[in-house]
T-cell receptor, first 110, second 112 residues
Framework: ETGVTQTPRHLVMGMTNKKSLKCEQH?????MYWYKQSAKKPLELMFV???????ENNSVPSRFSPECPNSSHLFLHLHTLQPEDSALYLC?????????FGEGSWLTVV | QKEVEQNSGPLSVPEGAIASLNCTYS??????FFWYRQYSGKSPELIMF????GDKEDGRFTAQLNKASQYVSLLIRDSQPSDSATYLC????????????FGQGTELSVKP
């Protein structure tokens, strides 16, 4: 238990669907990230939020839309995804150098 | 672009042996180094961090850092089948607010 909760744990969606991934942390941290992990590839940092403000977007396609309504919650809204977007999406709550990962959401786009 | 390099493996060792996992990094100014373990289907979990040159021991795990060679390693003594996982090396990029740059990970398989 890292204190970072992600839902859903597994999601299968069609290319025309709209869905959202949710991340919640009650660790008191002010920074939250979204990572993408594809098979046999390094973790890819997607978005960074500090104090609810997006401070980084690493050239992520607009079909991924993050939302951070408060310091404890982070969403990743998904629409018109492609099969190559199938991956493990990890939320992280960050304090200094230390990253606390959620369990991840396994996404399959069909 | 800062880089962190690891051999993807798989690295296979017999139970009870020492597993040696290696990582090189491109930023000579890097100050801290992290090792994460990721079991199949699970998220990464922090197992070791090291800031100073030399060795740092924690139970069966030893992290070794050589800043001159830009090299950090993780040794696992008395390897167990439960150590079978992917091990990720990570280095903060302080030009980007300290965000961790991850290597691709080394898959370790410990055979009974």
């Amino acid at each position: 238990e890292t204190g970072v909760t992600q839902t859903p744990r597994h999601l299968v969606m069609g290319m025309t669907n709209k869905k959202s991934l949710k991340c919640e942390q009650h660790l008191g941290h002010n920074a939250m990230y979204w990572y993408k992990q594809s098979a046999k590839k390094p973790l890819e940092l997607m978005f960074v939020y500090n104090f609810k403000e997006q401070t980084e977007n690493n050239s992520v396609p607009s079909r991924f839309s993050p939302e951070c309504p408060n310091s404890s919650h982070l969403f990743l809204h998904l629409h018109t995804l492609q099969p190559e977007d199938s991956a493990l999406y990890l939320c992280a709550s960050v304090a200094g150098d230390t990253i606390y990962f959620g369990e991840g959401s396994w996404l399959t786009v069909v | 672009q800062k880089e962190v390099e690891q051999n993807s493996g798989p690295l296979s060792v017999p139970e009870g042996a020492i597993a040696s996992l290696n990582c090189t990094y491109s930023d000579r100014g890097s100050q801290s180094f992290f090792w994460y373990r990721q079991y199949s289907g699970k998220s990464p979990e922090l197992i070791m961090f090291i800031y100073s040159n030399g060795d740092k021991e924690d139970g069966r795990f030893t992290a070794q850092l050589n800043k001159a060679s830009q090299y950090v390693s993780l040794l696992i003594r008395d390897s167990q089948p439960s150590d079978s996982a992917t091990y990720l090396c990570a280095v903060p990029d302080y030009n980007q607010g300290g965000k961790l740059i991850f290597g691709q990970g080394t898959e370790l398989s410990v055979k009974p």
